[in-house]
């Protein structure tokens, strides 16, 4: 490996022992989700640098060169940006990219995240081709020279026809090999997560931050995965509908809270669309908790009798600030233990990371 | 070259260029040594370049963040590098293959006059012609400590030479600089300062108390003999390198880092002064003699964007060429000297003209003898700040910007010189290494009106503490909080004196 490289991999890996040590910090913060670019997202990391004895650059004036009279402002381009200028020199805050797919990694490191073991047999099998094989026959322009060479030294070899003081080497056609592709079957797995979150008048902005940053990381997580993924959203007061994902985290509406109500869409929905057979099914459901005594039952019923049984996870977030007295969770948390029901309060930011830890460290 | 970088030899039609434009380069004067060019296209630019042109230094990390950073602010069209020329002998020079046979040219004759340049000029009189071979001894006494003592520690201890790199006295070179340490003077015995007496004038002619007084003084003294060094030392690095507690190979680290930092600091030194040089004569040379007609647009295009300008920086390029054009300008008209000077009739001023013609010769000395600071501030006239529209800019909170803050002659010399002297970094002197008589490093920074940067002064005295082992001090002063000392023992303190 030449050094350039070496040095450049030495770089990447310091600035990911400090993304590393403050991954908590990177993980909840929300600002990274709208930066994200295709699949890099860049995480600015200042402290990668060497501190010196050097001048601070506010106080420190310079001199430049143009049109203006004293007291107007520097038009765009700081002062000592770019390459070359003697004056100021300019302070680089060092964004260093890194891809969700990495930053996924390490959470999963760090939250030691198992692999999901896809259920079910009937997964479809897809295929990938690549090439990595050799054939005798093919088109001239994937002719593999140095096996074509090596088969053709051999029968010299072999006929005696090879003379080491005049190493001359002639393939005939049979010698010739092409490179070829050879295609591997794939397990494919698909996967459906539902999300439904509780709109009422009690969700505030904060709750929907927390939901928000949740169901970004579980999404890379599950992303991460499984080859094809469907997402729904629902979202639900007393009524409960399906929106796209941009909605979702923006919508307010009011009214009381009926979590059956999302419960019995979401049944609708996978009854529909979803055969457990084929899919697996995540379930992650916010809200605050404050459900209408009266709907509690029904919802569980729903969940006991239709859900659970089929979905792979039903997780329950509570973003409740403090407790209210009897809530939702305590309803959940009465049932008899399932494998796949998981609860947890998601009061702030740094509950954000264990809430993760919880839903997907069941490893289903 | 180094057998990392794949490169290639010069087709024919630029090998042919090279030969004319040596020629026209030794016609108008310039001196060199043999001029090796190598072809990389802009990855291998990158990679040259992030090694300052050596690609044969020790592996280090920042080499690595700085390639990221080339190979960014390319992709995203921020900057390219035409060429690239390093202090050698023979001088290598860089060229891009993407580059327009116009532009080869253009570049060709450039680095000429560089090559000129660390040949000719003083500053780089001390500088190692053999630096390729010197850097990749560093590099491979690094990589075997590497191997020897493990990654984790030896990068570690380069990191913190780095950060302390800054701290060399450019000057030392040519200077004879006082020692740190002198040989105790033979000190004089109590016995020698009591006067001879007789018996009983003895009280009267060595009065006790005075005696006792002596006594004290001595002691003093003694005590402040422990002090070193001596007279304050700007060269931290080789302070450290004699005096710390370094291993072996700690102390072989630092004294690389060292050599390269002084290796590196004349360019540093005469940024302005070096370019201009080089496009002074790469102008000079294509417009007199290489250029070719359908060749011209491209190669205007390209020298005036080497030389824009934009309001918040100073481009070296233009402010080299423009100065060195207007001494050429003064010398050639005879505008200098007493009777110059006392005139101070504009019009006449600018009319001025003794036909003397000595323009050539003075910019060939100005070329030997001066650095930047020395050529702005013998050379920088009103005239010339006016002509080239100079201002000094400060930051102002309120707007959070940067603005214009005066187009006077006086503060736009002194903001000039302020910001070029010891290369732009501040001065900071070793002055006790044994403060309190603890064996503590004592730095006062000269404070002439700049703060340092206080984000990183807690973190470089943890570096330096980590080199001296004992507790280290920075005396500095900041704005509105006057004279501070910082401190670190383990953990950073600071105190107002």
């Keep these: 490996m030449a050094q350039i490289e070496q040095d450049n991999a030495r770089y990447r890996q310091i600035v990911k022992g400090k993304i590393r040590q403050n991954l908590r910090k990177y993980i909840t913060n929300g600002e990274l989700i709208g930066r994200q670019g295709k699949d890099l997202v860049s995480i600015p990391v200042p402290q990668v640098d060497l501190p010196r004895f050097t001048f601070g650059q506010n106080n420190r004036g310079g001199v430049g060169q143009g049109e203006g009279e004293p007291g107007d402002l520097l038009g765009a381009g700081e002062p000592g940006e770019g390459e070359g200028a003697g004056e100021a020199p300019g302070q680089h805050i060092r964004e260093a990219e890194i891809s969700i797919d990495e930053l996924v990694q390490m959470l999963a490191e760090e939250l030691e995240l198992p692999r999901i073991q896809p259920k079910g047999s009937k997964s479809l099998d897809s295929e990938v081709t690549k090439y990595t094989d050799i054939r005798r026959v093919g088109p001239e322009s994937l002719r593999h020279f140095k096996r074509t060479y090596r088969e053709a030294l051999k029968r010299q070899l072999a006929a005696g026809l090879y003379d080491p003081e005049n190493p001359v080497i002639i393939p005939y056609p049979e010698d010739r090999r092409y490179r070829s592709y050879r295609t591997k079957p794939l397990p494919d797995a698909n996967a459906v997560i539902i999300y439904m979150m509780d709109v009422s008048g009690s969700m505030g902005e904060r709750e929907k931050r927390l939901v928000r940053i949740t169901a970004f990381w579980i999404d890379a997580w599950l992303k991460r995965n499984y080859q094809h993924i469907h997402r729904r959203y629902i979202v639900h007061d007393a009524v409960a509908g399906e929106v796209d994902e941009e909605t979702f985290y923006r919508i307010r509406q009011g009214g009381g809270t009926k979590i059956s109500s999302a419960l019995t869409y979401c049944q609708k929905l996978v009854k529909a669309l979803y055969n457990p057979d084929e899919w697996n099914i995540y379930l992650f459901q916010f809200s605050d908790g404050d459900n209408f005594g009266s709907d509690n039952d029904s919802a569980l019923s729903l969940l006991e009798q239709h859900l659970l049984p089929v979905a792979n996870l039903y997780c329950y977030g509570q973003v409740d600030e403090r407790r209210y007295g009897h809530t939702f969770i305590d309803t959940l948390d009465e049932l008899d233990p399932h494998e796949n029901l998981v609860t947890t309060h998601i009061r702030d930011d740094d509950a954000i990371f264990d809430a993760l830890r919880l839903f997907l460290g069941k490893g289903r | ?497």
């Excluded at chain 2, 035409?82 to 080869?104: F, H, K, R, W």
């Excluded at chain 2, 503590?440 to 973190?459: F, M, P, Q, S, V």
């Design chain 2, 1 to 497: 070259m180094s057998k990392r970088v794949k490169t290639s030899l010069l087709p024919p039609e630029l090998a042919s260029w090279k030969e004319k434009i040596e020629g026209y380069a030794t016609e108008v004067g310039l001196t060199f040594p043999e001029v090796r060019f190598v072809m990389l296209d802009f990855d291998q630019m990158n990679k040259v370049a992030a090694y300052d042109g050596f690609p044969s230094r020790y592996p280090h990390w920042r080499f690595g963040m700085e390639y990221e950073r080339l190979r960014k602010s390319y992709a995203w069209g921020l900057h390219r590098i035409y060429e690239m020329v390093i202090n050698t002998d023979p001088c290598y020079a860089y060229l891009l293959t993407s580059n327009l046979t116009v532009d080869q040219k253009l570049v060709m004759a450039h680095v000429y006059a560089h090559a000129d340049f660390f040949h000719n000029n003083l500053w780089f009189s001390h500088t190692n012609r053999r630096m390729l071979d010197e850097m990749a001894n560093h590099g491979a006494r690094i990589q075997r400590y590497l191997e020897k003592f493990g990654v984790e520690p030896v990068e570690s201890f380069i990191d913190r030479c780095l950060s302390l790199d800054n701290l060399i006295d450019i000057h030392s070179p040519g200077v004879v600089r006082a020692p740190a340490r002198v040989a105790p003077a033979e000190s004089t015995t109590e016995q020698n300062e009591r006067l001879r007496s007789s018996g009983y004038m003895e009280s009267y002619i060595n009065p006790p108390d005075y005696l006792e007084a002596l006594r004290r003084r001595r002691q003093e003294e003694k005590h402040r003999e422990r002090n070193f060094p001596v007279t304050p030392q700007r060269d931290l690095l080789l302070f450290l390198l004699e005096n710390a507690p370094l291993e072996p190979w700690q102390q072989d680290v630092l004294a690389i880092v060292r050599e390269e930092a002084y290796y590196f600091a004349p360019q540093r030194q005469t940024k302005i002064l070096n370019e201009g040089w080089a496009s002074y004569f790469h102008s000079y040379i294509m417009t007199r003699y290489a250029l070719e007609t359908g060749e011209l647009i491209d190669y205007a295009d390209h020298h005036s964007g080497t030389l824009a300008t934009s309001p918040g920086r100073l481009n070296p390029y233009k402010v080299g060429i423009e100065l060195l054009r207007h001494i050429e300008d003064r010398w050639n008209r005879g505008a200098f000297g007493a009777e110059y000077e006392a005139c101070d009739d504009t019009k006449q001023r600018a009319n001025w003209d003794r036909q003397l013609g000595l323009g050539r010769e003075k910019i060939f000395e100005v070329r030997r003898i001066y650095n930047d600071v020395g050529v702005i501030d013998t050379f920088l006239t009103e005239e010339f700040a006016k002509e080239q529209k100079l201002f000094t800019y400060r930051y102002n909170p309120q707007a959070r910007a940067y603005e214009i803050d005066s187009r006077d002659f006086a503060d736009i010399k002194r903001q000039l010189l302020f910001s070029l002297t010891n290369f732009g970094e501040p001065i900071i002197e070793v002055v006790n290494a044994n403060y309190e008589n603890r064996g503590e490093l004592y730095l006062i920074h000269r404070w002439e009106g700049a703060d340092l940067r206080n984000d990183y002064l807690d973190a470089t005295l943890e570096n330096l503490h980590a080199l001296w082992s004992r507790p280290v001090h920075l005396e500095t002063n900041v704005q509105e909080k006057g004279r501070l000392l910082f401190s670190f023992d383990g953990r950073p303190h600071m105190r107002q004196l």
